[in-house]
């Protein structure tokens, strides 16, 4: 109910303020498990998605927005847990683990989840490497994986003396399932190792559909790695 409310507040919300477009809607089914997977270039992303289209998403958000002690972020903090959103450490462990558990049960209600595998924005426009678990979700729950491409979603200084969102663009392409002997591929893989390698061409093929539909330049490299500082550059495609 909460998110609902949300949700019908947020929507006329972008409308006003930022005069977002988003296509393809109709390639969201309305039942039935579907990951959408996209690219990550602002924080626009989440809330637009939230907003412009008519199911409950589940999105894995960074685990600082769930821990950070000031007032506001406490309070961010309990508007996403009650909108049912799963924190996630970046870096891996057991926080990961648990929340493509809790993602994976969302999946198997028939549910939906979103994520955006390259699991930080990227920091010049460019479409990264995908982390693993939006494969890993897919082959182990043969969920339908929505791609999506985002324009214009990150926050940027013009003429207005603080940041904002310039007609922002959601793009959402057709569904696919990754063919049975792919899923036994993972399912059945004799070793860790394996499965690796499966999970990895799995995860490179959702970048490739997300590329389709962006246009950006792929890098085979992660956007983020926390040993190294991010380089900041241009704010995406337009």
């Given at each position: 109910?909460?998110?609902?409310?949300?949700?019908?507040?947020?929507?006329?919300?972008?409308?006003?303020?930022?005069?977002?477009?988003?296509?393809?809607?109709?390639?969201?089914?309305?039942?039935?498990?579907?990951?959408?997977?996209?690219?990550?270039?602002?924080?626009?992303?989440?809330?637009?998605?939230?907003?412009?289209?008519?199911?409950?998403?589940?999105?894995?958000?960074?685990?600082?927005?769930?821990?950070?002690?000031?007032?506001?972020?406490?309070?961010?903090?309990?508007?996403?847990?009650?909108?049912?959103q799963v924190p996630m450490d970046r870096t891996g462990g057991r926080d990961s683990v648990d929340a493509l558990a809790s993602m994976r049960d969302v999946l198997a209600a028939g549910g939906l989840v979103a994520i955006l595998p390259e699991g930080h924005r990227s920091p010049d426009g460019r479409l990264y490497r995908g982390r693993t678990g939006v494969a890993r979700l897919a082959l182990s729950t043969d969920a339908?994986?929505?791609?999506?491409?985002?324009?214009?979603?990150?926050?940027?200084?013009?003429?207005?003396?603080?940041?904002?969102?310039?007609?922002?663009?959601?793009?959402?392409?057709?569904?696919?399932?990754?063919?049975?002997?792919?899923?036994?591929?993972?399912?059945?893989?004799?070793?860790?190792?394996?499965?690796?390698?499966?999970?990895?061409?799995?995860?490179?093929?959702?970048?490739?559909?997300?590329?389709?539909?962006?246009?950006?330049?792929?890098?085979?490299?992660?956007?983020?790695?926390?040993?190294?500082?991010?380089?900041?550059?241009?704010?995406?495609?337009?």
């Open positions: 109910m909460f998110y609902e409310i949300v949700r019908r507040v947020l929507r006329p919300l972008c409308y006003i303020l930022f005069w977002p477009v988003i296509a393809g809607r109709e390639n969201i089914p309305a039942t039935g498990p579907v990951i959408l997977a996209g690219n990550h270039l602002g924080s626009g992303e989440t809330f637009l998605l939230v907003a412009m289209q008519d199911r409950h998403a589940t999105f894995p958000v960074k685990r600082e927005l769930f821990t950070s002690k000031t007032p506001w972020h406490r309070l961010f903090g309990w508007i996403l847990k009650s909108l049912g339908l994986v929505v791609p999506f491409g985002c324009f214009r979603t990150r926050f940027v200084w013009r003429w207005l003396p603080f940041p904002w969102l310039f007609r922002p663009e959601i793009r959402i392409g057709e569904g696919f399932h990754f063919p049975e002997e792919v899923r036994r591929a993972f399912l059945d893989a004799p070793g860790r190792d394996e499965a690796a390698v499966v999970l990895r061409e799995a995860t490179d093929e959702v970048m490739r559909h997300v590329q389709a539909i962006t246009g950006q330049e792929m890098v085979d490299e992660f956007s983020y790695h926390p040993r190294r500082a991010p380089h900041h550059g241009h704010s995406g495609p337009a």
